[in-house]
């Protein structure tokens, strides 16, 4: 298999103290490799978003070390912080905590590409990149340019979202439910886009979702999380076709069955 780009070993989190105590995650292992696709996938409450925080960064870890890159992770001054954001970014369920609102979505896209150390770069330049970024995802620059996030709708701020990931071009992508706040249309549009940048960018992405059919149709690997554990992983196909845990049966057979027969016998008996 290619080589590791994200590991953790013990991975923890407790919040508050005493008859509060909440473990979050408790003690999970994972071992993410370049270009995979990872699916989390576990019901509502389950640690997900707690997980995603921590390896982001946003969230101190309880116990357990991270590696990025094969090496353990430092991300201790603020400096340390923002060169490991480069090369892991999110997305998160509500598509309007991610942008600073009093900032035009030109400069949104322009902080992008000054991460990327194109502070430089002519200001053609930068706008010929912003285009093709917005063309990514089926935005018009011209458009949006003086325009305010709040000025969009939920699912073009989302696409926004894309077009951010596009400059940055980080290494790992985490994707906590992206899809959740738009039809069912636009949810294939965007996970399509995803995957396509995918290709285009060579990047790593892992996938936070309730749903195991759709974990199953994107994903390389799938890690299967139930009150902060992983209680199951492998490959979409191992876990979901010929899975171990009682959990993930239940989640199974939570699916709706639309491609299977109608057994009229069963129905009727
Ligand atoms: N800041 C916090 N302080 C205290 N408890 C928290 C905090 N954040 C999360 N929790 C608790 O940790 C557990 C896991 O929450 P988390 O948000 O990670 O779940 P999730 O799997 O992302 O759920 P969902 O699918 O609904 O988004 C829950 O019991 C939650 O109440
Ligand atoms: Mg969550």
Redesign the pocket.
């Known amino acids: 298999m290619s080589d590791s780009v994200l590991s953790g070993k013990g991975i923890t989190k407790v919040?508050?103290f005493g008859d509060k105590k909440?473990i979050?995650v408790d003690h999970v292992d994972f071992d993410f490799h370049e270009r995979e696709l990872v699916s989390i996938v576990?019901?509502?409450?389950?640690?997900?978003?707690?997980?995603v925080k921590m390896l982001l960064g946003l969230l101190s870890v309880t116990e357990g070390d991270i590696y990025f890159m094969g090496k353990k992770r430092d991300i201790s001054t603020r400096g340390k912080k923002r060169e490991y954001w480069k090369g892991i970014q999110a997305i998160f369920?509500d598509p309007f905590s991610s942008y600073n609102m009093f900032h035009k979505i030109d400069s949104v896209l322009l902080d992008c590409i000054n991460m990327r150390g194109g502070a430089g770069l002519p200001r053609s330049k930068k706008i010929e990149m912003m285009t093709e970024a917005c063309g990514f995802v089926n935005l018009k620059f011209a458009e949006l340019t003086n325009k305010y996030p709040f000025e969009l709708s939920g699912g073009q701020m989302q696409r926004l979202m894309i077009a951010r990931i596009f400059l940055l071009k980080p290494k790992i992508l985490l994707a906590d439910?992206p899809t959740s706040m738009i039809d069912a249309c636009s949810r294939a549009t965007i996970l399509d886009m995803l995957l396509q940048c995918r290709d285009e960018v060579g990047m790593m992405i892992i996938f936070i979702t309730?749903d195991i059919g759709l974990a199953y149709y994107i994903s390389d690997s799938v890690y299967i999380m139930e009150h902060g554990k992983f209680v199951e992983h492998g490959s979409a196909d191992d876990v979901i076709l010929n899975p171990s845990a009682d959990y993930t049966k239940r989640l199974i057979n939570d699916v709706p069955k639309i491609h299977a027969p109608w057994d009229f016998g069963k129905a009727l008996g």
Do not use: D, N, V
């Open positions: 919040f508050g909440t979050a576990g019901e509502s409450g389950s640690g997900k978003t707690t997980l369920q439910e309730h």
